[in-house]
């Protein structure tokens, strides 16, 4: 199998606090020409041609990074199914059954891309790796904060409770609610 061009192990942003769409596509795990649709579905906006770091983790994973550590564990890139797989040693099509089932008991990650017009899920779910990794060998989870925000829509990786009121939609906006807890699933 050819290696791959971008070293993900070794992932650095050229300039800090952005991203160009080549490192946008190395860290969400897709391709580079997949980015554009990506970076439209979840509402971002480019400045001369760059991502702003804090938008991307604010608007992609529903999290504010509190500090330069916060920020330092999600500059590692996203993970996907194949990753996660061999991390918790549970198959990857188990893993796609329980997701779609709701009874996976490690946070369901985030959805890339909208599913098809069939109703399919697509393979474009991707993990944060910081959590995972301290899932699995038992620790807690890193506390991100929330993203809160003033407008009367609800922000990336929230949704509307019954009562009105704002509840993460997204996993990992659901671990910094709870204060290091994984919400039910």
Known sequence: MPKRKTNR???????P???????????LAVSRNSVVD???RFGLRA??????????YSKILGIDPRDEQDRARLRRPLEGVGWLSRRTAVPASTIRAKVRDGTFGYPLGVQLSEPSHNGVEPRSRR???CIIDALAEGMEPPAFEQVT???TEAPAGMCED???S??????FARIACSNNQVAPQ
Request: proline fraction near 7%.
């Open 47 to 56: 400045i001369d041609r760059r991502f702003p770091e804090a938008e991307v």
């Open 127 to 129: 993990w944060i790796p």
């Open 38 to 40: 990506i970076a439209e």
């Open 17 to 27: 606090g952005f991203f160009t769409a080549a490192e946008l596509g190395t860290w």
């Open 9 to 15: 192990e070794n992932f650095q942003l050229r300039r």
């Open 166 to 171: 704002a509840v993460p939609n997204n996993v």
């Open 149 to 151: 925000s003033e407008t």
């Open 162 to 164: 019954s009562d009105g």
